[in-house]
């Protein structure tokens, strides 16, 4: 089983539509979670840290279930710009990210 | 502020060449960390660095080597290059004790 593990997609959604990831981490000791975007042949960049309280940033709402080991990404209203792949990060605690292999999301016009 | 700058952006070599790559980080991190991603994977992580020590070191042959110089910027060194070592090389800064990391645009290596 993969430490991190994604939905690879493609997820294609109309412009204007809400689109959710989810990810699952295998090790429940692990300390911080992150979600990236990456654009295409572009390095990832950080999107948003994810708290145990849940957090929102604009249309974008990270959520963390430890008993479930899942985090979530919600993005609302979702515009063109927001094509892109979107990794999911976990540190488990050994001052390295374990990446998930990213899931593809493109917005349709 | 500059990020994260990397050298070379793109490089060709043959099997069995070396290869150096470069990273210089932000202004006030002090660690640094390389990454790996061939193509429709996530990143995978090779070493970190800080304070010129390794702090950790990922499933990577002993081909692999890094070091940290005194300023923060890092090398990444690959020996007898095989073919399925053409990937994105991605270096990373942080400050030490944070985990959220800045990326640079990273060295896209083609091994023929």
């Known amino acids: 089983r993969k430490e991190v593990e994604q939905d690879p997609g493609p997820f294609n959604v109309p412009e204007g539509a809400t689109v959710a990831f989810n990810c699952t981490y295998s090790n429940s000791a692990s300390q911080s979670f992150f979600w990236y975007r990456q654009d295409c042949r572009k390095e990832p960049k950080l999107l948003m840290s994810?708290?145990?309280s849940g957090n929102e940033d604009g249309r974008f709402t990270a959520q963390l279930n430890r008993a479930s080991q899942y985090i979530s990404l919600l993005i609302r209203d979702s515009k063109l710009s927001d094509s892109a792949t979107y990794l999911c990060v976990v540190n488990f605690g050994n001052e390295k990210l374990t990446f998930g292999t990213g899931t593809r999301l493109t917005i349709i016009p | 502020d500059a990020g994260v700058t990397q050298s070379p952006t793109h490089l060709i070599k043959t099997r069995g060449q070396q290869v150096t790559l470069r990273c210089s980080p932000i202004?006030?991190?002090?660690?640094v960390s390389w990454y790996q991603q061939v193509l429709g994977q996530g990143p995978q992580f090779i070493f970190q660095y800080y304070e010129k020590e390794e702090r950790g070191r990922g499933n990577f042959p002993d081909r692999f080597s890094a070091r940290q110089f005194p300023n923060y910027s890092s090398e990444l060194n690959v020996n007898a290059l095989l073919l399925g070592d053409s990937a994105l090389y991605l270096c990373?800064?942080?400050?030490?004790?944070?985990?959220?990391?800045?990326f640079g645009p990273g060295t896209r290596l083609t091994v023929t």
């Open positions: 202004s006030g991190h002090k660690s």
């Open positions: 994810v708290y145990s």
């Open positions: 990373a800064s942080s400050l030490w004790g944070s985990d959220e990391q800045y």
